[in-house]
């Protein structure tokens, strides 16, 4: 299946140019209609947030209160720190004022009073550019206080990070932005969802940029319409990015409708590179890692990439050639997750250390035979205790690499260096040569 | 089983098979413990808010549905943050969650030192005592272990090992969220992550001494108990610190007749579980090594030992009906059945009025004092009161140093549901923080500041017109009628005695109660006292009450030759007395001293007499705190040397004035004290088991204004 | 992680008193810092973006004065804010750092494209591993983790833009040209940080 491009579909860094492309009509669109009826049609349109998770986006919204006692919030999250994902850069680089006009529709729905953007510090092509469409947003009476004659006051603020991958996840995100360490809070049932106690405990919609930029979409074309994209899927509506890269020729986002192939996303970044296809990591470094078999297979959809054992996730597709040894992949996979662990909790805390020590230990040559059963214990301990998802997805990369692939880490174990014995896989690692010890 | 009927609040939950009821939203953690059951925990402290870091304490929880079945959720879930909910199931022994708990306790000690052969921690160790119910037995952890900083002075009593941390947070949290002072953090993150100080500077807190209770493992520990002693060697008995007058529960540890440490006590009527600084580490003065254990008498310049007899002719001969001539001060550590016993023998013996307990520079006659001029009690607000109060004026000097614990619930009161706080001091002080208004005023202009917002409230009240005229001259500024919104209904008073140590202390009291009167807020007036007993020492009349001289008289007394013996009982004047040299004058003129104390002090050099007497710990006795509870302490060790408790001493004294039925128990006393004053029958020995009983407070004969000090 | 150093004092030297704290920041960013906490409903939420603030007034890092500067503008404790700074890895906080500061994304993406033969040359040619300053205080080098721009790996983060993706034999000419230039990317990109937080009309009022 060829793209079908939604989002992506322009480039518009400008108002004027946005204007020309049809912006803001959704929101002119939205302003007259009921608040309810908005959200209702976001709920016709089967939207799932695309940070990750793929939570029905209608529940969020229509989870904030609808008789006002407290100050209401619009979080976007726009935090993107998944490695292998590159499409919220994408979207606000090129067409800020489409996460914009979405967060402030979804501002109208809720009746917010501030709404946040919250880039990760280091995007700062982003942030200029989110910024300046701010501006001029607020110039033209867009934002700001009685918006379109209406009586709604709303007003967009930037605010950036400082480098913590764990923000990205809504909770620490919302630790960060009241000026907290990155640690993620409480969640429901231990305490209210955010959309009744959020940022300084008041109602609060978080979406991630992708969400957003689906709403004036949705809004401007019906939700009906929407939801007919992606019907071949049992659960999954729209189009949605995959930023592609690793062993491709053309990495790059590409939007796909639901339905699609995985191996037709790999023909459209120009096929593998370097060697056979090997391995795919399809929705960001948290998803359980695929081999060529089931790649072949994998059909885009929430639940139909599950069948294969994976998830859509972020959308970060990585592709692997035959020059990749995964032991060293997931070394440095784990090397992420203990790097930007926040600490709170003991299982990630302490596991996420201990599973990057043995890996370390493995491809410096070190590795013993019980190492596979210890990873997976260790794996076991971490999974589902941890107190946010983060040490899940510490986790679960690791399980799948040592189901898919467990030649590679017995290999590993007892000769003391990769089955990979290429030019090209020796890349992989920080050491020339691995030092046997 | 059938259900219980549902009562209002509560829920029906079911532990491990046990269908129980429990008040909506309890913390599954503490519902487990109406069973019997418990829940290992390490983060999880109740006086804290729960954070579920830790998770030791994941649970498995499940729905019970309409259909009786049970929907488990597909993740174990942390107990300590999880509230309970109309059928919710929780299971606490499954094999899963006995593997989960294993799994926790092997990830925490992969980096923990296993010093417990030297850790101080070691016996009484959280991590210890569920490692060894429920941890693994060995470690599959070969690589090398974390290292980081051992044995770290962090403060002048609290030494921090990184090592040994667990990262649970409940230091943090406590300087956070208790104490306020939010002295230590986490630094860096993940694995790397520690509590620190800013810069590794001093742990600078009143409160500090709670985070080396809190620490479930020996990362903080307290450096004066460092190295003493091991748990199993110590014993422990309850007793009551005296360090301040707010009188909170405590541990006692001693070990071979020396204290060893001080821990806090639950007592949610008085300090919850916290202790201060001053009464955590203040306690030393016990273990002084030259503690008096004979009494001494003067002969020639030296003070030599002798026998009880030859103290007590000494005694006799010059106290005995000496009326003016003689005269008593006493400090703070002294029980009600000392005190009263002394008043008693000062009264009927000696036939003198001239006795005193209090120290600061202005004291009030009772025709000066709160009640005189006002007509009101001096106190009116339990200490656990202050938790919910929501708003309050705060006055003089730090509440965090005067009355910990007051302090900490008003803190509490803050935090909870946001009570609006005024503060005026000369000096920064803890509470400002969280004021919503804090008045700075210059050393010595108390009284101003305190009449200047007087004005400002009364500028938004109806009614007490004569005060609002009185009150002209003081105009309040814009930082007066800011802070004057935060007491705009009802609020509470808070201040101590020491503000009498302050030249214009006498009036800014005067203010402050005019201020309450004028507002109708006399019932939440409050003037705390400061010394361990003072309140004792003033509901039993241990001061001049009008007849008699005060502090300074008799300090004066003694100078001009018109007090010729005094006697100190458990106080040092040079201690206390703000001028040093009168003191000097004072004790070097007078022609026979008696000094009657548990420790040595500066008074005794110019002693005729020496007695020594027990300290609180070696005899039994009773104290008043701020909020008149009467809290019984027990003797803990025996008297060092010939020590007597003081009451026994007085008993002993007066036989030889006038023999009569002898007093064996100090509880006689409290049945003598009862019949005299009914407002103490409460405090009827049979009734002071426990936390104590408290004495009637807010008895107010009548409010008035007294508005001569405007002038 | 910093050594800390044992002593044998009983007790540590305090910190200061607020009062003592001298603040530093400039008019500039004493305006930047009122308009920032307009954004928010406290002050507290305010304290990532003046930390951003004091890394640029105090030269591209955070030595304790600024901690304790921004703790007091703020009114916060000062362990809070280390404890909020430190968490943070775009935040340097007790350590000066190069004008320049070259980030290796070494993440998976980056990884199987070559980024550690990207970092190796780097360490070769700047005599320096990750984590160390050149030793004329132009270059420091860190290895980060994913950059999100894994179209372009194995990619380079040098101050407030990314390059990628970088060839081996671009690097020296890189190196060159950053050496010249005498101004300092670290303080340009917490500058721009600052700036891109602040609404047009906030920043007109700034002078």
């Keep these: 299946m060829p793209e079908l491009k939604l989002l992506l579909k322009h480039k518009a860094r400008t108002l004027d140019e946005y204007r020309r492309i049809g912006g803001y009509a959704a929101f002119q669109k939205a302003l007259a209609m009921d608040r309810q009826a908005v959200i209702d049609e976001i709920k016709k349109s089967g ?6 998770a ?4 209608w529940i969020k919204w229509n989870g904030i209160p609808k008789q006002k006692t407290k100050r209401h919030y619009v979080l976007c999250n726009a935090d993107e720190g998944e490695p292998g994902t590159f499409k919220d850069k994408e979207l606000m680089e090129s067409t800020p004022h489409q996460v914009i006009e979405g967060m402030m529709i979804a501002g109208w729905a809720t009746q917010a009073d501030v709404g946040y953007i919250y880039i990760r510090a280091e995007f700062m092509d982003c942030a200029r550019a989110v910024k300046s469409a701010i501006d001029e947003a607020y110039a033209e009476g867009l934002l700001g206080k009685n918006i379109q004659g209406t009586g709604w006051d709303f007003d967009l603020h930037v605010h950036l990070g400082a480098g913590s991958y764990e923000c990205g996840e809504e909770s620490a995100m919302m630790s960060s932005l009241m000026g907290e360490r990155g640690m993620p809070r409480l969640k429901a049932p231990h305490a209210p969802l955010p959309t009744i106690a959020g940022l300084w405990d008041s109602p609060t919609l978080i979406n991630n940029v992708e969400t957003f930029a689906c709403a004036p979409h949705i809004i401007q074309n019906g939700g009906d319409w929407y939801a007919a994209m992606g019907a071949s899927t049992k659960n999954s509506r729209g189009t949605k990015i995959f930023s592609v890269s690793g062993h491709v020729n053309k990495p790059g986002n590409y939007e ?4 699609t192939k995985l191996s037709d996303l790999l023909e459209l970044a120009g096929g593998i590179k370097g060697g056979a296809l090997k391995a795919c990591i399809p929705g960001g470094s948290s998803v359980p890692i695929l081999n060529a078999e089931s790649v072949a297979k994998a059909v885009i959809g929430y639940e139909e990439i599950g069948e294969v054992g994976s998830m859509v996730g972020s959308g970060g597709c990585i592709f692997f050639n035959e020059h990749t040894c995964i032991v060293a992949l997931m070394w440095r996979t784990a090397k992420f997750y203990m790097r930007e662990s926040c600490g709170k909790c003991t299982p990630c805390r302490e596991g996420t250390d201990w599973l990057f020590q043995i890996h370390d230990r493995i491809i410096k040559g070190g590795g013993r035979p019980e190492d596979i059963n210890l990873l997976k214990q260790i794996c076991a301990q971490i999974d589902g205790r941890s107190f946010c998802g983060l040490g899940d997805a510490a986790a679960w990369p690791i399980v799948a690499a040592l189901k898919v692939f467990p030649h590679e880490y017995e290999y590993f174990i007892q000769h003391g260096k990769s089955i990979v014995d290429t030019p090209q896989s020796k890349l992989m690692f920080p050491y020339a040569e691995p030092v046997p010890v | 089983m059938a259900s219980l009927a549902q009562e209002p609040g509560l829920v029906t939950i079911t532990i491990d098979g046990t269908e129980l009821q429990v008040p909506k939203g309890e913390l599954v953690v503490e519902s487990v413990k109406r069973l019997g059951r418990e829940i290992p925990i390490f983060c999880y402290h109740p006086r804290m808010k729960p954070v579920g870091m830790c998770r030791m304490c994941l649970v498995e929880v499940g729905m019970k549905q309409p259909d009786g079945t049970v929907r488990m959720m597909p993740k174990p879930q942390a107990g300590c943050t999880l509230p309970a909910s109309d059928n919710l199931v929780v299971i606490t022994d499954s094999e899963s969650v006995i593997a989960d708990r294993r799994g926790v306790l092997e990830f925490l000690l992969i980096n923990h030192p296993l010093d417990c052969p030297i850790c101080d921690r070691g016996g009484e160790c959280p991590l210890q005592n569920n490692t060894l119910f429920y941890g693994p037995s060995t470690t599959r952890y070969v690589e090398v272990k974390r290292h980081l900083p051992k044995a770290f002075p962090l403060s002048r009593h609290v030494t921090l090992d990184l090592e040994r941390c667990i990262q649970c947070g409940r230091c943090v949290r406590f300087t956070e969220e208790i104490s306020g002072d939010a002295q230590l953090a986490f630094l860096f993150r993940g694995a790397a992550m520690t509590p620190r100080t800013f810069e590794l500077t001093d742990l600078d807190s009143k409160f500090s001494g709670n985070v080396i209770e809190i620490c479930p493992v020996g990362a903080l520990t307290s450096s004066d108990y460092r190295f003493r002693a091991r748990p199993w060697d110590l014993e422990t008995r309850p007793s009551t610190c005296l360090e301040c007058a707010n009188g909170c529960s405590v541990w006692f540890d001693h070990r071979g007749g020396k204290m060893v440490r001080i821990n806090g006590r639950v007592n949610d009527a008085v300090n919850e579980e916290w202790t201060c600084d001053k009464g955590k580490f203040g306690h030393g003065y016990l273990n002084a090594p030259d503690r008096p254990a004979k009494p001494l008498i003067r002969k020639e310049d030296v003070l030599a030992a002798a026998d009880w007899s030859t103290a007590y002719q000494q005694i006799v001969a010059h106290f005995e009906d000496g009326r003016t001539a003689v005269a008593g001060l006493v400090g703070a550590k002294v029980s009600n059945e000392d005190l009263f016993q ?8 000696f036939h003198s009025p001239n006795l005193d307990h209090r120290w600061t520079r202005i004291l009030p006659s009772q025709t000066e004092g709160v009640r005189g001029l006002h007509g009101i009690d001096e106190v009116h607000t339990r200490i656990a009161e202050w938790e919910s109060v929501n708003a309050a004026l705060v006055v003089g000097n730090d509440l965090a140093s005067d009355q910990p614990m007051v302090y900490l619930r008003l803190r509490k009161a803050w935090q909870r549901h946001g009570a609006k706080v005024v503060v005026i001091s000369e000096r920064p002080t803890y509470a400002d923080h969280f004021a919503s208004a804090v008045i700075r005023c210059e050393e010595g202009k108390l009284f101003e500041a305190v009449a200047r917002l007087s004005a400002a409230v009364l500028q938004n009240r109806e009614g007490a017109d004569a005060l609002r005229a009185a009150l002209k001259p003081f105009a309040p500024d814009a930082k007066d009628r800011a802070a004057a919104e935060a007491l705009k209904g009802e609020f509470f008073t808070v201040c101590s005695e020491s503000v009498y140590a302050k030249p214009d202390g006498g009036k800014t009291v005067s203010a402050l109660a005019n201020l ?13 006292p400061v010394g361990a007993n003072d309140m004792g020492a003033a509901l039993l009349g241990v001061h001049p009450g009008g007849q008699g001289m005060n502090t300074r008289e008799i300090l004066e007394g003694c100078i001009q030759g018109r007090i010729k013996s005094l006697w100190l009982l458990e106080c040092d004047p040079f201690a206390l007395w703000h001028d040093h040299q009168q003191v000097q004058d004072a004790l070097e003129n007078v022609e026979f001293l008696v000094v009657q104390t548990s420790a040595p002090n500066q008074a005794m050099q110019y002693a005729s007499v020496v007695l020594p007497c027990c300290a609180h710990v070696e005899a039994d006795g009773t104290y008043t705190n701020i909020e008149r509870r009467v809290q019984k302490i027990e003797a803990i060790w025996r008297p060092k040397g010939d020590a007597k408790p003081s009451w026994k001493l007085f008993t002993e004294l007066m036989l030889r004035m006038n023999p009569s039925r002898p007093i064996f128990e100090p509880s006689e006393l409290m049945e003598m004290i009862i019949a005299e004053d009914e407002s103490f029958a409460p405090a009827a020995y049979h009734n002071l088991e426990g936390n104590g009983a408290c004495l009637p407070l807010g008895v107010d004969a009548g409010a008035q204004l007294f508005m001569e000090i405007y002038q | 992680m910093e050594t800390i150093h044992l002593e044998n004092s009983r007790g540590r ?10 603040l530093k920041f400039s008019d500039q960013a004493v305006q930047e810092l009122e308009a920032l906490l307009t954004h928010y409903p406290d002050k507290k939420s305010a304290i990532l973006p003046t930390l951003w603030i004091a890394q640029r007034e105090y030269g591209g890092y955070l030595p304790p004065e600024a901690i304790a500067e921004v703790a007091v503008r703020l009114q916060r404790s000062y362990a809070e804010i280390e404890g909020v700074a430190t968490f943070y890895t775009m935040y340097h906080v007790g350590h000066p750092v190069g004008r320049h ?13 070559g980024a550690y033969r990207i970092a190796e040359r780097l360490k070769a040619k700047l005599g320096i591993d990750f984590g160390e300053t050149t030793e004329d205080g132009v270059f420091t080098l860190e290895e980060v983790e994913c950059l999100d721009a894994c179209d372009r790996a194995p990619v380079l983060q040098v101050s407030d833009a990314y390059i990628g993706p970088v060839d081996e034999a671009e690097i020296d000419a890189l190196i060159e040209k950053l050496r010249s230039d005498p101004g300092s ?17 906030e920043q007109r009022d700034i002078r």
């Design chain 1, 47 to 52: 939207l799932r947030g695309r940070g990750g």
């Design chain 1, 54 to 57: 793929g939570f029905p986006t």
């Design chain 1, 256 to 259: 796909i409708e639901f339905g």
């Design chain 2, 342 to 349: 002394f008043k008693r023998m000062f009264h009927r013996h």
């Design chain 2, 516 to 528: 309450a009167v004028g507002t109708d807020n006399a019932q939440r007036f409050n003037l705390y």
């Design chain 3, 13 to 22: 030297p305090k910190a200061p008193n607020p009062e003592q704290v001298e």
């Design chain 3, 101 to 113: 500061l070259i980030e290796v994304c070494t993440c998976l993406t980056c990884q199987v494209c």
């Design chain 3, 185 to 201: 990317g670290t303080i340009r990109l917490a500058d721009e940080i600052v700036k891109a937080q602040l609404h047009a009309n």
